[in-house]
């Protein structure tokens, strides 16, 4: 039996990446945090149960070095999915872009101690593609984040920096260790715990349950979580894959109209808000900047990639299924209030 190693296991895509694995009778190594957070944890000891041993967790802090060296043993592959998505801080260098490469320079760093270890499939993001500053522009895998604004895109730099450590480790040991990125833009779909509405289902959660009034004048490109997944998946046995960028990425949704989408089953906001009150909001937000909401609100760009179908054989979901699949999982198990 293949056994892979998993970082970030109890994440949203990472945990969606772990039954797909487990589906096709890999043996699983999953990473997370702290073994003993039950309320991030548990629903991967429901899959200990229901795959018996398939999958064990090992508890790896991605910041320290050699933590995963116990996790990679006699692992055949790594699908690193670990990673901050965090967007503003008061140090954007040290508390996003820091974090972000050692983390990744950490977890090249244990492959390189483990010659088990024959292919990298890495959790990338558009974001590393992308440029706030190229707003009127079609991004494919040949583009990369040239931003060079802390303030503006700390994240999107630290994705981008992270990314061209992978290629380099992979051009560095060639003639052991295989590598693809894969780079979604914002994921959504069906949570598996409900501490995964907290991330890249929020927006979907506040709609559900009318946490805000009106719609933000914000537009999202989106892809389903179960897409992303599978793609993982495949690229860990896909030779087409191999040394490729692959955009994940269905098309691009407003607020509104993800919220009349919602509506089709729950009672949703129906109107926008002004940009002044976005603005506004950013500002008081230390988790949002004012500057990354004027480039949100003002979003034109677009993704163009075939590489899903073409190297792995993935047909990308109808995001308006994924939209109402993510939906009325919260609402059925009672992680979200739905308004009468």
Not at 67 to 96: F, G, M, R
Not at 177 to 189: E, F, K, Y
Not at 253 to 280: D, G, H
């Amino acid at each position: 039996m293949s056994r892979v190693c998993v970082t970030g296991a109890a994440g949203f895509i990472a945990s969606h990446v772990i039954v797909d694995l487990l589906d096709e009778g890999y043996g699983v190594h999953a990473t997370v945090r702290d073994l003993g957070d039950n309320a991030k944890c548990s629903h991967l000891d429901d899959l200990k149960e229901r795959y018996p041993g398939q999958l064990v967790l090992f508890e790896a802090d991605m910041l320290q070095p050699g933590s995963l060296d116990a996790a990679l043993e006699d692992c055949d592959a790594l699908i690193h999915t670990a990673a901050a998505v965090i967007l503003a801080a008061p140090d954007p260098q040290k508390q996003i872009i820091d974090v972000a490469v050692k983390g990744t320079q950490n977890v090249l760093d244990s492959v390189a101690r483990t010659p088990s270890v024959k292919r990298i499939v890495m959790t990338s993001s558009i974001a590393a593609v992308m440029s706030y500053d190229r707003q009127d522009a079609t991004y494919t895998e040949d583009d990369w984040c040239t931003s060079d604004d802390i303030w503006l895109d700390p994240y999107g730099m630290g994705k981008a920096q992270s990314e061209r450590l992978l290629w380099e480790f992979a051009d560095k040991h060639a003639d052991r260790v295989q590598a693809v990125a894969i780079n979604p833009s914002v994921v959504i779909g069906r949570p598996l715990a409900k501490h995964h509405i907290r991330s890249s289902l929020s927006f979907i959660r506040d709609l559900v349950g009318w946490t805000y009034p009106a719609c933000a004048p914000m537009r999202f490109h989106l892809v389903d979580v179960g897409d992303v997944a599978k793609g993982h998946v495949r690229a860990l046995t896909s030779d087409k894959a191999v040394g490729q960028r692959i955009i994940f990425s269905d098309r691009p949704m407003s607020m509104l109209e993800i919220s009349k989408v919602l509506s089709r089953k729950y009672k949703t906001p129906m109107w926008v808000l002004p940009n002044l009150i976005l603005y506004i909001a950013a500002y008081l937000d230390k988790r949002y900047s004012l500057r990354l909401a004027r480039a949100t609100a003002n979003l034109r760009y677009e993704f163009r990639s075939n590489r899903p179908h073409e190297l792995l054989g993935i047909k990308l979901k109808d995001t308006e299924e994924s939209i109402l699949e993510a939906g009325e999982t919260m609402v059925a198990k009672g992680w979200v209030k739905a308004r009468a």
